[in-house]
């Protein structure tokens, strides 16, 4: 019995000194930090997931609406002027975005052309745009334009109140008449021409030529 007793003493005087308060706390703060440590990194790994994700997600929405988004390219300007001060100009507009537009406005140098000065020839899609645009009389336009654009079929209108629509994939030939802010004394100068729609501006600059 004695001997039992003083192995029961000298275990409770063991444990007593490897398993004091202080010890204990300090292995149980020890544990609580390891599993935060755990934690934290999962967190932080699913954050880096979801933000990849989004990122992604936006990428593909950017590039999505871009596809969507409408661009005109303006080819072949050119702005005449005749000896008598008679101003006109012509290009080809082209729709190479992926919506329909509405052309708003139209401005030469910065100042709005009448529609009832505006001629266009909507190609079809078997047509093809003239290489070079020519210089038209401002009298009697439209039976000038169908006459020296014949051999390629061209059916010029009158804009006047009608809208100017140009859907996705589709050109235009375009006359502008009655230039009046330009003048002789302007040949050979810069200008610019500005097509408006209900989203964006587009411009192309050109030198002012003689003509008739």
């Known amino acids: 019995m004695t001997y039992k007793a003083t192995y029961f003493s000298l275990s409770i005087l063991m444990f007593s000194k490897t398993t004091s ?11 609580r930090r390891g599993l935060s440590v755990v934690v934290t990194t ?15 997600f936006y990428a593909i929405n950017v590039v999505t ?11 072949e300007l050119h702005v005449w002027c005749t000896s008598s001060g008679d101003a006109s100009a012509a290009f080809v507009i082209t729709n190479t975005g992926g919506r329909d537009v509405v052309v708003d406005k139209i401005t030469v140098r910065g100042r709005r052309v009448d529609p009832q000065y505006v001629y266009y020839w909507k190609l079809a899609s078997n047509q093809t745009p003239p290489n070079e645009l020519v210089w038209v009389a ?6 000038y334009l169908e006459g ?4 390629y079929n061209a059916d010029f209108r009158l804009l006047g109140t009608n809208s100017l629509v140009l859907p996705s994939g589709d050109r235009m030939v375009i ?3 009655n230039l009046s802010h330009i003048s002789t004394t302007d040949i050979g100068v810069t200008v610019g021409v500005v097509v408006f729609t209900a989203n ?7 030198n002012i030529e003689a003509a008739g």
């Not at 999962?42 to 992604?56: D, E, F, G, P, Q």
């Not at 401002?138 to 039976?143: C, D, G, Q, R, V």
């Not at 020296?148 to 051999?151: F, G, K, L, R």
Request: proline share 2%; aromatic share 8%; glycine share 2%.
């Open 21 to 31: 308060g202080d010890e204990y706390m300090r292995l149980l703060n020890s544990s």
């Open 42 to 56: 999962l967190i932080i790994l699913v954050v880096s997931v979801l933000l990849a994700t989004v990122v992604t």
């Open 65 to 75: 609406t871009r596809v969507q988004e409408e661009d005109l390219k303006i080819t």
């Open 138 to 143: 401002s009298e009697n336009p439209e039976l």
């Open 148 to 151: 020296n654009y014949s051999s």
């Open 175 to 177: 006359y502008l008449f």
């Open 200 to 206: 964006a501006q587009y411009h192309k600059e050109a």
